[in-house]
């Protein structure tokens, strides 16, 4: 997010950090916090957008009487003191050039549009490396990004090459190691409530193995608690734990599975519900706002699920033992 430090958001007036999630206005350029472009249904520029005028950085004020660093490529302002673009990452070098005029360099808008073209640097444009102009599958680039959200950088140039090349295998270790929780993340809600279930089966046998370990060995275990896993092994729990340990193979043969095509899952999920949002707004601002509201990643969904599932382990781990001791 270094593209936009030391800059406010224009509605809320409140300074970007680096964690935000920050949405650019595909018409203009503006950032906007997420919640702040959702609640105000769109750019807060949206009055300017008739006059093809573009969002640009405020001017970068002298510092001891040193003129700011502009950078070669894009023409960005940057603090004396840079080493790299703040906007597009490229080394300044010993560039030091002042600003050549007002409209080159100050205020939000300026009539000279920058470069959208940028060589590929995941940490200063959503784009990864495309241009916002150009399209995937008949989708503009700028739209995927407002819908994806945070790492629209990594998936964008993934979208392209799985379109552009009918590429179907794309790793991505979110899916392989969060599977249920990425997909519900992403608002795959189907297939992450699937593998929710999935992974909740997968414990089922560990957990009746547990149960017929600690049923076998109670008395023991209550009469001197250091030998609880010393205990006798009876042929329940020894049956229980090979079911546990062939369900544990196939879980991780599906996670492999949902690794290898997991960029492509929503790949397909993200063009579907870009164009079922065109088709219901049209182009105007209502639709950039659907976009920003449907998309993103459901960062308190997932903390919920997690939340939920350490809650239920602990209630299935206090039913068992108030069973066992019964």
Known sequence: MGRYDGIKCPACGVEFKDKDDIVVCPTCGAPHHRHCYEKQQGCVYVDKHATGEEWR??????????????????????????????????????????????????????????????????????????????????????????????????????????????????????????????FCGRGMYMIGSLLAVAFLIRQLPSTMATYYYVAANINQFLANPTIMFSGDIPPTTAYWLNIANIFSYVYWATCMVWGLFGNKLYQRYVFSQIRQLKERFGDGEEYKAALVKKGGLKTGLMIGLVVGFFVLSFAVAVAVEFSLVA
């Open 57 to 182: 950085r405020p001017s970068v004020e002298k510092i001891d009487g040193d003129a700011p660093r502009r950078c070669p490529r894009c023409g960005t302002l940057n603090q004396v003191d840079s080493i790299f673009c703040e906007l597009c990452g490229t080394p300044l070098n010993n560039a030091n050039i002042p600003p050549k005029s007002d409209e080159e360099s100050g205020g939000f808008f300026a009539g000279m549009k920058p470069p959208v073209v940028m060589e590929y640097n995941p940490y200063t444009t959503p784009y990864g490396g495309l241009s916002p102009d150009e399209s995937i599958d008949g989708i503009p680039v700028k739209d995927i990004a407002m819908f994806v959200g945070s790492n629209s950088h990594y998936y964008l140039p993934r979208f392209k090459e799985m379109v552009t090349l009918k590429k179907n295998i794309s790793w991505n270790w979110a899916a392989f190691l969060g599977n249920a929780l990425y």
